[in-house]
C-alpha cells in the first residue's frame, strides 16, 4: 500500500495530547524494532493486511509471554499500532481477533492500605508535630501508601529509619 504523506507525520499530527504522542512515537518504535523493520513505511509496504494482523499478533505474544508485559501495557501498545494503522489507511484488519491475544487484566502492584498499628509506628517515629499531621492526613484521605514511602529521587523528610 504506498502512502504519499510521511506515515510518521500523518500518525504523530493526528494525536493531541504531547504524552500520548511520545508513548504511542515509543511503542510504534518497539514494534518496528522487533520486527527489524527500518522505517515506518517498511510496516505498510512490505506486509499485506493478514500478514501484519499475525505480525501483530505474534509480537503480543513476545510481549506477554517473553517480555512479561502486564495486559494493560499491552493495550497501550496495540492502541498505538491500531492508531498508526488507521492513520495510515491500513483498515481492514480485524482488530478484535488481535484483541482476544492480549490477555485478562490483572493488578500488577500488591497496594494495600496501612494498617492502624503500621500508622502508629510511623506516627511515632515522626520528629515533629508537622510530620505526624502529615502522616495522619495521607493515611486518613485514601491517598496511595507511596505518598509515605520514600522516593528514590528525593530525600525522605521523615525519618523512616526510626521506624520499628
Known amino acids: 500500500m504506498q ?9 504523530q ?12 512515537t515509543l511503542f510504534l518504535q518497539n514494534f518496528q524494532t522487533y520486527l527489524k523493520a527500518p522505517n515506518c513505511e517498511t510496516l505498510l509496504q512490505e ?5 501484519m494482523e499475525m505480525k501483530i499478533i505474534e509480537y503480543i505474544m513476545y510481549l506477554r509471554d ?9 493495550r497501550v501498545h496495540i492502541a498505538a499500532l491500531k492508531h498508526f494503522f488507521e492513520m495510515n489507511d491500513f483498515v481492514e484488519m480485524n482488530w478484535k ?5 492480549m490477555g485478562e487484566f490483572y493488578t500488577v502492584a500488591d497496594d494495600r ?4 498499628e503500621e500508622i502508629g509506628q510511623l506516627v511515632n517515629a515522626a ?4 510530620d505526624k499531621a502529615f502522616i495522619l492526613l495521607l ?5 496511595p501508601s507511596a505518598s509515605l514511602s520514600p522516593s528514590s529521587n528525593r530525600k525522605p523528610q521523615i525519618a523512616f529509619d526510626r521506624v520499628q
Open 13 to 24: 499530527n493526528a494525536i493531541k495530547s504531547p504524552k500520548t504522542k511520545e508513548t504511542y
Open 47 to 51: 506486509y499485506t493486511i493478514k500478514e
Open 97 to 101: 481477533k488481535v484483541s482476544k491475544y
Open 3 to 11: 502512502t504519499t504523506v510521511n506515515p510518521l507525520r500523518r500518525f
Open 139 to 143: 493515611s486518613s484521605s485514601g491517598l
Open 66 to 74: 517473553d517480555r512479561k508485559v502486564s495486559p494493560s501495557t499491552i
Open 127 to 130: 520528629h515533629s508535630l508537622r
Open 113 to 116: 492500605p496501612y494498617t492502624r
